[in-house]
T-cell receptor, first 111, second 116 residues
């Protein structure tokens, strides 16, 4: 079977740092991606890890440990606009295109 | 701006009718597109892979005769929900990989289908 586990909700204040963890168990693994989705909107790509280690993109960083089947998304200097749902997704085919999504983490940022 | 569009954004239909949803890549060609379904406050579930020039590949449990997919051109894929029932009401989203690596997916804005 395929499963990705991530916390359902996280709350934080502006300026804080938040880490959203994702553990996965999938029949195929070709990379871990993170997507952001605001209510009623389209998911937007944040980050991708194909190899172990840390990827940094501005305020967002993502980490992968393939041996632990684990990754995380780190959000720094939180802003109110970061309130959204965050999904980890495993690429289940070699092309990296077919995505299996986690259930999503709702992040609420307050002032 | 948006690189993947969907039409319509919202549709209400009666039970038993069919509904077609279009997904277009706006400034790039996509030999492969993906169709997802999302229930409120839940995750995106991959339904099928739409392949230009060949048959779609459906995920386990998705009825291919109910959810017809046609990849008509390098910029257009359509999903037709046939003989719709209220349980088909959902948010349908398409995506397309923009780069050759395919690792970054561009998602359409989604189509809210309500079957009455």
């Amino acid at each position: 079977g395929q499963s990705l586990e991530q916390p359902s909700e996280v709350t934080a204040v502006e300026g804080a740092i938040v880490q959203i963890n994702c553990t996965y168990q999938t029949s195929g693994f070709y990379g871990l991606s993170w997507y952001q989705q605001h209510d009623g909107g389209a998911p937007t790509f944040l980050s991708y890890n194909g190899l172990d280690g840390l990827e940094e993109t501005g305020r967002f960083s993502s980490f992968l440990s393939r041996s632990d089947s684990y990754g995380y998304l780190l959000l720094q200097e939180l802003q109110m606009k970061d309130s959204a749902s965050y999904f980890c997704a495993v690429s289940s085919n070699q092309a990296g295109t077919a995505l299996i999504f986690g259930k999503g983490t709702t992040l609420s940022v307050s002032s | 701006g948006a690189v993947v569009s969907q039409h319509p954004s919202r549709v209400i239909c009666k039970s038993g009718t069919s509904v077609k949803i279009e997904c277009r890549s706006l400034d790039f060609q996509a030999t492969t597109m993906f169709w997802y379904r999302q229930f409120p406050k839940q995750s995106l579930m991959l339904m099928a892979t739409s392949n230009e020039g060949s048959k779609a590949t459906y995920e386990q449990g998705v009825e291919k005769d109910k959810f017809l997919i046609n990849h008509a051109s390098l910029t257009l894929s359509t999903l037709t929900v046939t003989s719709a029932h209220p349980e088909d009401s959902s948010f349908y989203i398409c995506s397309a990989p923009r780069s050759e690596s395919g690792r970054e997916q561009y998602f359409g804005p989604g189509t809210r289908l309500t079957v009455t």
